[in-house]
């Protein structure tokens, strides 16, 4: 993890897949929720998940 001080902040992590699908997960549950702002991470983190798994796989990890 990197976090810099400065004009912005980074953070470089690499998430695990259980860590992506239960975030993922989550998030979906929550995605009315989702402060202004996340748009873009949400989208990029459901991508990652609908890249990894089946049609079928993916119906059964959302419902």
Known sequence: MTIENGDFTVLDYSFSKK?????????????????????????????????????EEVKKFYS
């Open 19 to 55: 860590e992506l699908f239960l975030l993922a997960r989550y998030l979906r549950k929550k995605q009315e929720e989702l402060p202004q702002g996340l748009e873009v991470f949400y989208k990029s983190l459901e991508d990652a998940i609908y890249n990894t798994l089946s049609l």
